[in-house]
């Protein structure tokens, strides 16, 4: 028997026995059409002729509308004026659909008329996520945070329709910074589509020259469709604006026994020269930095450095109260370094530096704090590298996350010769909650070092509110009568500190914030005399204010371990 044939034979006979079978019962539905309801085809000849009260009477008519009718009905409400009523038509619509994204879209519109911005962006948001290429709605989207001023999130959907079209750029006022530096810091030009990433990159050239403090960027709409992009900035020039300004800025250190001489945009090339002379008697010390752009490229900047310094230092757990002294020395310092930082784009950079220094300590009081292996004397040489990135952006929300990695390698010729390694990892995040203000404002950074090896005295981490550390822990101060010693000392820490800010006052001259903090961390080492030997937490307030190019912090700040209260005022740069 051939069962190979008589399979072949019988598979095409099946298939002709189904056929008939289908054909046999189901001879009314065989080549026609699906029927049309009769009041959608009725609702759509009006909508096509923009009769929109017809559509809206025919509506009274139908019991139960169907989805599309829905849709009809609302755009003819919408049409007339009758926004609430279209509102509640077209998320029948959705609810009956929701898969369809028109009624989202609808939805948007609606909002939009209302001059509901952030209602509109979550429509567009939910017909995005249902039809993710969406032309319109990414169009849409765009130009709803643009008239939020959210031009980051704008520019994210634009960006994904060929939008927005540059025809020029200008800034206001005109900087004296070197027309062609200012051009190459610009990293899109007219003619061309601003792109998210250009703007980001462009930023960071600008924040890199060092001349301006505070400036932001507005697109312009234009009748022909395409954009005007406005730089407002405020420049720094030689010392000041003026000569009022110059001495204000000069003499801005004097609570502290220091004056601040800054010389910015030398020869109109961003060449700044920034430094301090403090004749504190506890704590003396002069601070010269040079930078600029190396060969007129703005995001390759160099910078040279001399740091000079004689301080008096008394250890101790506190900065009030009984404490016992832990240790004392005398510390001399001189150190010269240079650096090379390069901008890579706006979402991440890096840098290496090189630091030779030599250090003495006098008149030593070891006790418990201070070691033989920390009292290294000698000369030093030190490399220094880090990287930064841009690990996580949500402009729709306005938030970032930024983290950064860096090192340092060291060596001592000292007798016996020390070597060391520190790693230091730190995560920000910043926030501002309004979408349409930056009258609140959040920030919380983590911290945290680590040091391998023998380390001198001066590169020992140190956590407290006060003069030349950025470690803040704002319920401690780290000077006592005069003397540093009295914040938490070691070879690794960890750090978070937590701030909002609120805007209670602003005009053309002065802004003030106000807002609590809250600051948690912990030093720890191998010396008894050393470390927090337990988890820190301060809580406070503070008033920042700013006027004239620079700004003060008043700050209130409580240790809750010890209980002990501190009020610090310090510079913002």
Not at 127 to 142: H, I, K, Q, T, W
Not at 313 to 340: K, M, Y
Not at 393 to 413: D, F, N, T, V, Y
Not at 559 to 573: E, F, I, Q, Y
Request: proline share 5%; net charge positive.
């Amino acid at each position: 028997m051939d069962l190979a044939g008589t399979a072949a034979t019988r598979h095409p006979l099946i298939r002709i026995a189904a056929f008939l079978v289908l054909l046999i019962c189901c001879p009314a539905g065989m080549g026609q059409a699906v029927p049309v309801d009769p009041e959608i085809a009725r609702a759509k000849e009006l909508l096509a002729q923009e009769r929109w009260q017809e559509i809206v009477n025919l509506a009274q008519s139908i019991p139960a509308p169907s989805a599309e009718f829905d849709f009809y009905l609302g755009t003819a409400l919408a049409r007339l004026g009758r926004l609430e009523d279209a509102r509640q038509a077209f998320q029948a619509g959705a609810r009956s659909r929701p898969s369809d994204e028109r009624f989202s879209l609808e939805l948007a519109g609606v909002a939009f008329k209302q001059k509901l911005y952030p209602e509109a962006a979550r429509y567009l948001h939910r017909a995005l996520e249902l039809a993710p290429s969406d032309s319109y709605a990414n169009d849409f989207l765009g130009t709803v945070y643009f008239l939020q001023g959210n031009l980051d999130a704008a520019l994210k959907y634009w960006n994904r329709v060929g939008k927005p079209q540059i025809a020029e750029i200008r800034a206001e006022p005109t900087p004296r910074l070197d027309p062609v530096l200012l051009d190459r810091a610009f990293a899109f030009s007219p003619a061309s589509t601003l792109r998210l990433g250009d703007l980001h990159t462009t930023q960071a050239r600008i924040d890199a020259l060092g001349i301006f403090p505070s400036y932001h960027f507005d697109l312009q709409a234009r009748e022909d469709g395409k954009f005007s992009l406005l730089f407002r900035n405020h420049e720094k020039n030689g010392w000041g604006r003026n000569k009022w300004e110059g001495l204000i800025l000069l003499f801005r250190g004097l609570p502290w026994q220091s004056i601040n001489p800054e010389f910015y945009n030398l020869r109109h090339r961003a060449i700044n020269l920034v430094s301090m002379w403090r004749w504190d008697a506890e704590k003396r010390r002069a601070l010269a930095v040079l930078s600029a752009p190396l060969v007129g490229k703005p995001g390759r900047e160099y910078e040279i450095s001399l740091d000079l310094r004689s301080e008096n230092w008394n250890i101790r757990d506190s900065f009030s109260g009984p404490a016992p002294l832990l240790g004392s020395l005398n510390l001399r310092r001189e150190a010269i370094g240079a650096q090379f930082a390069y901008v890579v784009s706006g979402r991440w950079n890096w840098s290496a530096a090189g630091e030779f220094s030599h250090r003495d300590f006098r008149s030593v009081i070891p006790g418990v704090a201070l070691s033989p292996d920390l009292l290294a004397r000698g000369y030093q040489l030190k490399q220094l590298a880090q990287v930064g990135a841009e690990i996580w952006q949500l402009p729709e929300k306005r938030i970032m996350l930024k983290g950064s990695l860096s090192s340092e390698a060291g060596r001592i010729w000292s007798q016996p010769g020390h070597a060391f390694f520190k790693l230091r990892p730190s995560l920000r995040f910043h926030w501002f909650p309004l979408s349409q203000s930056d009258d609140y404002e959040i920030e919380h950074q983590i911290r945290a070092g680590k040091t391998f090896g023998d380390v001198p005295f001066d590169e020992l981490f140190m956590l407290g509110w006060g003069s030349d550390t950025d470690l803040l822990m704002r319920g401690h101060i780290v000077t006592r009568d005069g003397r540093k010693g009295s914040g938490p000392l070691g070879h690794n820490y960890f750090l978070s500190n937590w701030e909002a800010d609120k805007n209670v006052y602003r005009n053309g001259l002065l802004n003030l914030k106000l807002g609590p903090f809250v600051d948690t961390g912990t030093v720890t080492d191998s010396l008894a005399g050393l470390g927090s030997h337990k988890w820190l937490w301060d809580v406070g307030a503070q008033l920042k204010a700013r006027v004239l190019g620079f700004g003060v912090v008043l700050s209130y700040g409580k240790d809750l371990r010890s209980g002990n209260n501190a009020w610090w005022v310090s510079m913002l740069r």
